[in-house]
């Protein structure tokens, strides 16, 4: 074989053994997120109904108590593991179970 056949020979090679590289590499990258544990803030994002937890804490809400409120006492937010989470007590799943008609007494609906 010329010498001219090895060098195209071994720029293919080359080029097979640096694709399979960044294929390889490509498919191990992984997006990272900003760590949550980083977040100012971890509250309650909705008004009514089971709570939703995050950043975008809700500053205010109507009065209006609706039957799937009743139940909210029971939840809070917090950051476990970096992340904004809802925190259920066992109480919480008493009471989806069977929701009170009436507003709670002492959770502030008139």
């Known amino acids: 074989m010329k010498r001219s056949g ?3 020979i071994t720029i293919a090679v ?3 053994i640096l694709i399979f ?3 390889w590499e490509y498919k191990t990258w992984k997006i990272k997120e900003p760590p949550l544990s ?4 971890c509250g309650v994002e909705n008004c009514h109904g089971d709570i939703v937890c995050g950043p975008n804490i809700v500053e205010i809400c109507d009065e209006m108590f ?3 409120d009743a139940c909210r006492q029971y939840e809070s937010c917090k950051i476990v593991d970096g992340e904004c989470v809802v925190e259920r007590t066992p109480e919480f799943y008493t009471c989806k179970s069977n929701p009170p008609q009436e507003p709670p007494v002492g959770s502030g609906f008139i």
């Open 6 to 8: 090895w060098i195209y």
């Open 14 to 16: 080359l080029l097979l």
């Open 21 to 23: 590289f960044f294929i």
């Open 38 to 41: 980083n977040l100012e803030e």
């Open 66 to 68: 609706a039957i799937e």
